[in-house]
């Protein structure tokens, strides 16, 4: 079952901060984010795991609420860089990843 | 070290034909994945495999088939295309299922 993710778009001006948001309706083992620029493939960006500290890559952080099956994504002084489609996948038991819709995001001058 | 590759880069079908994407990695990972991707509907799993010799259905196998013979490559064969193919596949391999997962330049395919 895919995760829920939202907003499923949001536009930004530059230096402007976001939270993308992620549940799912099972127990969940891990949260993994990817970000996809148009026309190119999925890049990994970082993995949430169950009773981790919450993660760091440059301005983007994330993190896990265990409870309540969660997980945002914090985008801090957005860069035109920044733009593209963001997509958490979820892992829960034995059950390969599953990815959300994706959340498009666009960052303007 | 090419990472993961995919071929062709596009591809266009007429209803009824079988073809076959081919999917490489050379990083020695044990998990290959096989995904769709269709305008707002995100990235789908079709078939995915945690080692050489064992493949598994995702969430919409249908009108695919996969083989996992060498732990290097992962082909997905279309048995019979359809036009409801036609869309945006991406093969993914990670050293585990846990692990973060690198994905190829995937496949563009059109089905008339």
Known sequence: QQPVQSPQAVILREGEDAVINCSSSKALYSVHWYRQKHGEAPVFLMILLKGGEQKGHEKISASFNEKKQQSSLYLTASQLSYSGTYFCGTLSGNTPLVFGKGTRLSVIA | ?112
């Not at chain 2, 996992?68 to 990670?94: G, W």
């Open chain 2, 1 to 112: 070290n090419a990472g993961v590759t995919q071929t062709p880069k596009f591809q266009v079908l007429k209803t009824g034909q079988s073809m076959t994407l081919q999917c490489a990695q050379d990083m020695n990972h044990e998990y290959m994945s096989w995904y769709r991707q269709d305008p707002g509907m995100g990235l789908r799993l079709i078939h995915y495999s945690v080692g050489a010799g064992i493949t598994d259905q995702g969430e919409v196998p249908n009108g695919y088939n996969v083989s996992r013979s060498t732990t290097e490559d992962f082909p997905l064969r279309l048995l019979s295309a359809a036009p409801s193919q036609t869309s945006v596949y991406f093969c993914a391999s990670s050293y585990r299922r846990t692990y973060e997962q690198y994905f190829g330049p995937g496949t563009r395919l059109t089905v008339t």
